[in-house]
């Protein structure tokens, strides 16, 4: 199975890889990056299948499990962390209120 990966040292790399492992199934890795874009980019062009959150899926994306043979992913925290010095700044304001509205309607 290729699959495209987050980046050498990455937790979710390194959670993805021991769950296909630990089922034994034969995968390479054919595209690695810190990038999203550079993730769907491998996955919209048919190169290789990739862990994304949901928000980040394009309608051109079908969401594969265990119905499809691959393992279940265990869940990952996601912290969002700001600065003392943005608290009165309203684009950062802004951008928070828009991370945590995208994450609720993932999470729920």
């Known amino acids: 199975m290729p699959i495209a ?5 990455s937790r979710v790399r ?3 890889l021991a769950a296909i ?3 034994q199934r034969k995968y390479r890795i054919v ?3 810190p990038n999203v874009a550079g993730q769907l980019a491998a996955t919209e062009s048919g190169m290789a299948v990739a862990v994304l959150m949901r928000c980040s899926l394009s309608p051109n994306l079908k969401v ?3 119905r499809h043979g691959l393992p279940d992913l265990p869940d990952l925290e996601v912290a969002i962390v700001r600065s003392k010095n943005s608290v009165s700044s309203p684009a950062v304001d802004a951008m928070y209120e828009q991370i ?3 994450l609720k309607r993932i999470i729920m």
């Open 5 to 9: 990966v987050h980046e050498l040292g």
């Open 14 to 16: 390194r959670e993805v």
């Open 21 to 23: 492992s630990a089922q």
């Open 31 to 33: 595209y690695h990056s």
């Open 64 to 66: 594969l499990d265990a």
């Open 100 to 102: 945590i509205r995208t």
